[in-house]
């Protein structure tokens, strides 16, 4: 929001009582198309920002993270009673598999969030991918070498 | 028509920046000091915390596996050699279930948001206290297993 009343003080928008009609904003191409049919005097120097089809394959990359990160959440949901009815080398792995994605690129989010300038955001990718990579290997360790994850909640939950 | 000129956009935010200019000094948003704490924007702060907190216990858990010697069962017996009594381990048992239960039915509400249902504001507060019921519920339910 904080952008968008920034962007119209520096456009020359006058009074708020045009904010939303004169506030330049990122829309799809026939939109701009529409607005500009309707100029008034009152816009100058606003300017149009919109994206053409072409130009939308840079962020195809976020949307299909996006998308995963809802896949892999609902996967997990399933695991969740998979792992209490069916307990089985395969639900441990996927288990294992689910949860260091799932707490990966959350984790992810809070240092995109958290974490400012490049330097110290590289860094902070860097070390939790190491977190991640190093949890994935213990949970699968642990399947391997030991009980499995969904013996031991049983085995802890005996006590 | 308007009977005082409206507020000049830049004055908008350069006020509320100055309202929230205590949480400035200690480094935190000044949002936290403008906004009222609503029980949506509690709920969105406990998922976010009880996410990490979730995280780090899984990580705690592999690194663990991977440097700590001896298997997972002798680790129990250490535990159950200490005889704790019920009351401490259904405690134990509780605070280590409330985070996931909470975690896990506030992510469904999400998933329902993403879906574009119950965005309504009404909406957001009963599914909110809908959640808090089920998480205490079944966080009892689970640490009584």
Known sequence: MAAILRLSVLCGAQGSRGLFLRTPVVKPAHVSAFLQDRLSPGWYGTQHIHLTPSRHSGSKAASLHWTSERIVSVLLLGLLPAAYLNPCSAVDYSLAAALALHSHWGLGQVVTDYVHGDG?????????????????????????HDVGICKAVAMLWKL | MWSHP????????????????????????????????SLPMMMSICHRGTGM????????????????????????????S????????????????????????????????????????????????????????????????
């Not at chain 2, 956009?9 to 936290?32: D, E, M, N, Y």
């Not at chain 2, 995280?55 to 159950?80: C, D, H, I, R, T």
């Open chain 2, 82 to 145: 200490l005889c704790l009594g019920p009351a401490l381990i259904y405690t134990a048992k509780f605070a280590l279930v409330f985070p996931l239960m909470y975690h896990t039915w506030n992510g469904i509400r999400h998933l329902m948001w993403d879906l574009g249902k119950g965005l309504k504001t009404a909406h957001l507060y009963q599914s909110g206290v809908a959640i808090l019921v089920l998480t205490v519920l079944s966080s009892a339910g689970l640490a009584a297993m």
């Open chain 2, 6 to 37: 409206e507020p000049s956009p830049i004055k908008i935010v350069l006020t509320s920046r100055h309202a929230g200019r205590h949480c400035l000094r200690s480094h935190l948003s000044p949002q936290l000091c403008i906004r009222s704490w």
């Open chain 2, 53 to 80: 907190a979730l995280s780090g216990g899984v990580s705690l858990f592999g690194v663990s596996a991977l440097l700590l010697p001896g298997n997972f069962e002798s680790y129990l017996e250490f535990v159950k």
């Open chain 1, 120 to 144: 110290s955001q590289k860094a902070a990718k860097a070390g939790l991918l190491a977190l991640s990579a190093l949890t994935f290997a213990g949970l699968c360790y642990f399947n391997y």
